[in-house]
Structure formats: C-alpha cells, structure tokens
Nanobody, 123 residues
Framework: QVQLVESGGGLVQAGDSLRLSCTAS????????MAWFRQVLGEEREVVAT?????VTSYADSVKGRFTISRDKDTVYLDMSSLEPGDTAIYYC???????????????????WGPGTQVTVST
C-alpha cells in the first residue's frame, strides 16, 4: 500500500494562485500513475489532472491552461493559478499501482487516496 498526505489547501481570492502537494510513503516503488481529483459536497468526484511515470500529463478541460501537475520523486504537485470560485472543492491526491494507464480519469482507476485538502476560492 501507498500512504498519501495532501497539503497546501486554504482560502484564497479569485485570481490567486495556490500549490497543492501530495507526499507518498510506503510501497512507493509500485506507483504507476498519479492524479488529483476534486469533489464538491453532493457531487461526484471528478478528475483534475493526471501524470504517469513517464511524466505524460492530462487535464480536465475546465482547468487547462490554469493548472499544472508535476512530480518529484514521491511528491506530486498541483500548481493552480487564476483560481475561480468554481474551483472550490476538496482536492484529493490519488495513486494507482495497477500497472496500467487505463481508466486514468476515473476514481476506480486508483487504489490509494489521501484524506483530501479543502480549497476555497472567494469572489
């Protein structure tokens, strides 16, 4: 198993920037793909960005050009700029050890999750 802990969330104003970090521990050598998801209370969890071991990235259309996912060894980052109130959510770090890039955009494609960090963007 891989243990994940997110940090960096908080309350910001529209237009501000924020960096989220996710530190992995445990069997990190088994990590195959990593991602950030977000969820608003009462709604489904949605993918924000994904990154593979080869550093191939993908983004949700709603964050393209504003968010950047990157990784450094066992830490995954999400750099968020030009934040909008619609970005308000709990952000979750996810890691898959399934050994495939299939279902990279779906929550069931990941088997390790962090507890989440709240991001609130005010007007």
């Amino acid at each position: 198993q891989v243990q994940l802990v997110e940090s960096g969330g908080g309350l910001v104003q529209a237009g501000d920037s924020l960096r989220l970090s996710c530190t992995a521990s445990g069997r990190t050598f088994t990590m195959y793909k990593m991602a950030w998801f977000r969820q608003v209370l009462g709604e489904e969890r949605e993918v924000v960005a994904t990154i593979t071991l080869s550093d191939v990235t993908s983004y949700a259309d709603s964050v393209k050009g504003r968010f950047t996912i990157s990784r450094d060894k066992d830490t995954v980052y999400l750099d968020m700029s030009s934040l909008e109130p619609g970005d308000t959510a709990i952000y979750y770090c996810a890691v898959s050890t399934y050994g495939t890039t299939t279902y990279a955009d779906a929550p069931f494609g990941y088997n390790n999750w962090g507890p989440g960090t709240q991001v609130t963007v005010s007007t």
